[in-house]
């Protein structure tokens, strides 16, 4: 195997991958500035140290079944369905204060500085920076029965078992569903970097967040009918229609520059 790019960032990794080693490697995972490896039972680490290049827990890591990584730090959910965490400590890299409660996990969302892990008995547990959805406690109490968790960079929201929808954190990138009254009979969640898309059960689609990550959709909401399929993008969404036929929002670049996302090339693989 071979990296390339930025040192400083992970781009290089001498003698960090013998040949012996390499038939075993099973994912790969990166932060903002740092990457991990999983193979044969073993985690590699390297990049830059604040962001989980330096993984200090490794002792702990054992049996892993599925690693998550934000943008600084990384989580990693273990056989006996425990989380172990390394990175930025105050990005999410540090879990100390919810390791009681890190029980039973099924599995681990964040895409910015905190994380949300979803237990077994469908309640939620957050961790890292409060002003990226780490901050759950207004919505504690809605938290049962939890079906899905997503996320955005700053935000997450969840989808319960009766249909309905809770989030959190950042407003303007998907935190909050005060206004978005048709968040009802929701089968589905989808996340880009900045807003969600919700599926609903009679084949359309309600989109919320921020503009430049695909959080408005009322230029295509005439059109977001009979939907099979959802795919999300860093910055945009597709919906794919059960006659085969496509409808995308959301922006090639976030910065706002750029015009519609080009899904040809996905769509090539879908169809």
């Known amino acids: 195997m071979a990296v390339w790019g930025n040192s400083s960032c992970g781009g290089c990794a001498p003698q960090i991958f013998p040949p012996e080693w390499v038939p075993g490697l099973h994912k790969i995972y990166a932060t903002c500035g740092a990457m991990a490896a999983i193979g044969e039972g073993h985690i590699k680490t ?37 989380v172990v965490t390394w990175g930025n400590e105050e990005g999410g890299g540090d879990s100390t204060k919810v390791k009681a409660e890190l029980l039973n ?3 681990v969302q964040g895409k910015g500085r ?4 979803l237990l077994e008995n469908g309640r939620v547990v957050t961790w890292g920076d409060p002003e990226y959805g780490a901050d759950s406690s207004h919505v504690q109490s809605q938290l049962q029965d939890v ?9 997450f929201a969840v989808l319960l078992a009766n249909g309905t929808v809770v989030a959190w954190g950042d407003p303007e990138y998907g935190g909050d569903i005060s206004r978005i009254h048709q968040l009802k009979d929701v089968i589905q969640l989808y996340s880009s970097r900045g807003a969600f898309t919700a599926l609903l059960t009679d084949g359309s689609a309600v989109a919320w967040g921020h503009s430049d ?10 059109q977001l009918k009979d939907i099979h399929q959802i795919l999300s993008a860093d910055s945009g969404f597709l919906a794919i229609r059960k006659d085969g036929s496509a409808v995308s929002w959301g922006k090639l670049y976030p910065d706002g520059h750029g015009e519609q996302v080009d899904w040809t090339a996905t769509l090539a693989c879908v169809g």
């Open 46 to 82: 390297w990049g830059m140290n604040p962001y989980g290049g330096d993984c200090s827990v490794k002792d702990q890591l054992k049996d892993i079944q599925e690693v998550h990584a934000g943008s600084v730090a990384f989580a990693a959910i273990l056989a006996d369905k425990t």
């Open 105 to 107: 996990v099924q599995q």
């Open 114 to 117: 905190a994380f949300a892990a």
């Open 147 to 155: 079906q899905q968790l997503c996320s955005t960079y700053p935000a």
């Open 213 to 222: 990550f695909g959080g408005d959709a009322s230029k295509v909401q005439d």
